[in-house]
């Protein structure tokens, strides 16, 4: 049995195997309740698991959740702040109660998101108060930064700010893990992602497989068409026979174009369209209950881990 939880007797997350390893940004993906957040809350101790457990920078967080609470920033995605204080106020409430607080470094984030810190929490927009949370929790230098749709509500510009901080974490050496819905975001800024689809592990994959992933789609009048022996691990062909008469073609390849774009030349190929395969149309096909690897990447560097209760 791997990490679960139930609530009532509803399955929010069941037989849930995920390893974020040091120095990833991975990025965990899913439909609105899949149990991204109940998974992110497992891992901070907030609540418990109803099977298996987790190990959170090595420590289980049912047994010593403040232990991980103290090396781990979270960025929750419903974020409250004290309503009555004022943004710079807030700052220095944050920054003193964590034992890594840095007042310092959590005013220069508001400065570089443009926030007022002066504004009254009660006067804010819902942006600005996105903007204050960030600051608070990217003030402190923990090992771990978890992150729930951390650009909700902001602008273009103030979003790549944030993904900037996200992939200056990382540069020093920290490991995050991201949940959004900006499917951009993630294929921007992480080297590992995580589908979710109700409740359960539906896919993993690493970015740099997917960029060598692409999808070309064309017209041929001539059928059949085979793939040759030697490329069947790489190419997968759907056809499709259009109300013209003519057949729609959908190739989707893996790993060195060379050999596959030699085949494709010697087909008699119209209407050529070639582009990456992208997250989205992964997610596309994960949401429509495809189903894909789900296996673990090599290494023992977890800075995440669930797993089985071991006996
Ligand atoms: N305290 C609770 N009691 C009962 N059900 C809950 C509770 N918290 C969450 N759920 C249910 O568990 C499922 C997973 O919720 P969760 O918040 O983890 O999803 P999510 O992937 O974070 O969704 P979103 O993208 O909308 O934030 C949902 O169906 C939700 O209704």
Redesign the pocket.
């Known amino acids: 049995m791997r990490l679960s939880k139930r609530?009532?007797d509803?399955d929010?997350?069941t037989d849930c195997t995920v390893r974020v390893h040091r120095g990833d940004i991975f990025g965990l993906l899913?439909?609105?309740?899949?149990?991204?957040?109940?998974?992110i809350r497992l891992l901070l101790g907030y609540l418990h698991p109803t099977g298996g457990q987790c190990r959170v920078l090595g420590v289980d967080p049912v047994a010593d959740s403040v232990a991980v609470r103290q090396h781990v920033t979270y960025l929750p995605?419903d974020a409250r702040l004290p309503r009555h204080m004022r943004g710079d106020g807030v700052l220095k409430f944050f920054a003193e109660m964590h034992p890594l607080g840095d007042l310092d470094r959590s005013r220069e984030v508001a400065e570089s998101l443009e926030l007022n810190t002066k504004t009254r929490v009660a006067f804010m927009s819902t942006g600005m108060r996105q903007k204050l949370a960030l600051s608070v929790v990217l003030g402190p230098q923990t090992p771990l930064l978890i992150l729930?749709?951390p650009t909700a509500n902001l602008d273009p510009t103030v979003r790549a700010t944030v993904l900037r901080f996200v992939v200056e974490a990382r540069d020093a050496g920290r490991t995050v893990m991201l949940?959004s819905?900006v499917l951009s975001e993630i294929e921007d800024t992480c080297n590992r992602v995580a589908f979710?689809r109700h409740?359960r592990l539906a896919h993993q994959l690493l970015m740099s497989d997917l960029f060598q992933r692409h999808r070309m789609t064309a017209i041929t009048s001539d059928e059949p068409i085979d793939v040759p022996s030697s490329l069947t691990d790489q190419v997968s062909l759907h056809t499709h026979r259009t109300s013209s008469g003519n057949t729609r073609v959908q190739i989707d390849t893996a790993g060195d174009l060379g050999p596959i774009l030699t085949w494709i030349d010697s087909l008699r190929l119209k209407n050529i369209r070639f582009e990456p395969f992208g997250l989205r149309t992964v997610y596309d096909a994960v949401h429509d209950g495809e189903t894909f690897d789900c296996s673990d990447f090599d290494g023992n560097d977890a800075a995440i881990e669930t797993a089985e209760v071991s006996s």
């Open positions: 609530y009532g509803f929010a997350l899913g439909p609105n309740g899949a149990g991204k957040t109940t998974l995605g729930d749709e949940s819905h979710l409740g």
